[in-house]
């Protein structure tokens, strides 16, 4: 067996049932709408969700299984504090996946785990795709790792592209256009070729975790790096693709050259809908599943998305940009109710200027970031009501708010234009240093409420 107590989604649903994060819900839900209000809801608490129960569907679906610092921190076996210095450590220390041999199993079998079962002419109707939300096109896949092998070499990109379910057979695939797999796929079109994928869903949650990391080497070594050990994989049934061998479901398909479809909306990540919009065209070939499989999937405009797609991985990455401009950083963070796209950054005493150019640093640090908040050191960064203090009480608007024009960004920011360009914002909320002293936080000891509250002995 795999030498790490976590290396798929079963196992890691055990460690978040022995830690109190899984809510399982045995009450019989409809995969229009219902399933996605309890899963945000269930979010909103605090925990994730495993639905036992899917109308007209024998499969569970489980969802929000990142949504958590402490659930991270679960998945990578060790405590919150750890979890930023493992992210950083990812893509400077990979390791290379293995190749699946059928002694992991325990069972005489040779076939991988995601492999048990093999359908050749799928049924995307037969899985339980939800509707997340009420004004969703239909139902799409979320939650999927999708796969592509880099055309002529062995490079894997491990990515999220939302897929929404067209027919039977047929998904729309959106490819931003700084992602990898679009760049593969742009090498395909022009020759009239198509291009194989995979998409993974089910999986060793640092194959969640690494799909989220803009790195140019092969994701696969990142998730290796994340977990301490190599990810098995094993071929596809249908290309030369390698898929995760203790994957739950796997989907195999090709995206058409030449295609487009209108596609969306969809509730995204940023709280909004998308628009409706020509996406490239994707045929489904087969599907090949682990027996009584488990489906996963990721609510739209929920913490998930941005807490593994933008806080986790890009926080070390911003730190390390940071940390190149200046010694005074106190703490950075990329706060869920941002949509990734706000940072916050604490500074020790910066100099006149120089909290501004640690901005500029956080600009280049990744496209997705449009606003950034300068505070002092005695402003904690995890708090909003704290960092609301600040923009309330030290920001002299006239001269502190930068705005930055022309800048590309994330093409789902509703402020964006068609090409994802967008203005930009630095708020300086750092005291200018002379009035430091005079204007201080007001801070009262930590006391134990029990010893007062309570009648007398």
Request: aromatic content about 6%.
């Amino acid at each position: 067996m795999h030498t790490n107590t976590i290396h798929d989604l079963r196992s890691f649903l055990d460690a978040l049932r022995a830690a109190g994060e899984l809510s399982e819900i045995h009450q019989p839900v409809s995969l229009q709408y219902e399933l996605g209000a309890v899963l945000n809801a269930c979010e909103r608490a605090g925990k994730a969700s495993m639905f036992h129960q899917v109308q007209g569907n024998s499969i569970p679906v489980v969802g929000s299984l990142l949504g958590s610092p402490r659930r991270i921190a679960i998945a990578l076996g060790c405590d919150q504090a750890g979890v930023s210095p493992r992210m950083a450590a990812a893509t400077e220390q990979p390791v290379k996946p293995v190749m699946y041999d059928g002694k992991q199993t325990g069972s005489a079998s040779s076939s991988a785990p995601c492999q048990e079962v093999v359908i050749l002419d799928p049924d995307l109707s037969h899985w339980p795709i939800p509707t997340h939300c009420p004004l969703d096109a239909g139902a799409f896949i979320t939650a999927g790792i999708v796969i592509s092998r880099q055309p002529g070499g062995d490079q894997h990109n491990l990515s999220y592209n939302r897929m929404q379910v067209f027919d039977n057979q047929t998904t729309g695939i959106s490819m931003n256009i700084w992602r990898h797999m679009k760049a593969f796929f742009d090498q395909l079109e022009p020759h009239g070729e198509n291009m194989p994928f995979c998409v993974a869903l089910g999986c060793d949650p640092v194959l969640s975790m690494a799909a989220a990391f803009r790195y140019d080497g092969d994701e696969y070594e990142v998730a290796g790096s994340l977990r301490g050990a190599p990810i098995p994989l094993v071929k596809a049934i249908t290309c030369d693709v390698l898929v995760p061998a203790w994957a739950e479901i796997i989907i195999e398909g090709e995206v058409l050259a030449g295609q487009r479809r209108m596609e969306g909306p969809m509730g995204e990540f940023t709280g909004h809908y998308s628009g409706a919009d020509e996406k490239h065209v994707a045929r489904i070939k087969a599907i090949t599943h682990r027996q009584q499989p488990i489906y996963q999937t990721m609510t739209g405009g929920g913490f998930e998305h941005v807490i593994v797609g933008n806080m986790i991985t890009r926080e070390p990455l911003l730190e390390k940009f940071i940390r190149h401009q200046t010694s005074k950083l106190k703490a950075i963070h990329l706060p869920p109710y941002g949509a990734g796209f706000t940072a916050l950054i604490s500074l020790k005493n910066p100099n006149p200027g120089e909290a501004r150019n640690v901005a500029l640093a956080a600009m280049a640090a990744h496209v997705n970031i449009k606003t950034v908040i300068l505070l002092d050191e005695d402003v904690d960064v995890y708090d909003a009501q704290d960092v609301l203090w600040a923009l309330s009480t030290r920001v002299r608007w006239q001269d502190a708010m930068v705005p930055i024009p022309g800048i590309h960004g994330n093409e789902l920011d509703p402020t964006s234009d068609a090409h994802g360009v967008m203005c930009k914002t630095i708020i300086d909320a750092t005291m200018p240093a002379e009035e430091r002293a005079r204007y201080r936080k007001i801070t009262q000891p930590s006391v134990d409420l029990s010893a007062y509250l309570g009648k007398p002995a």
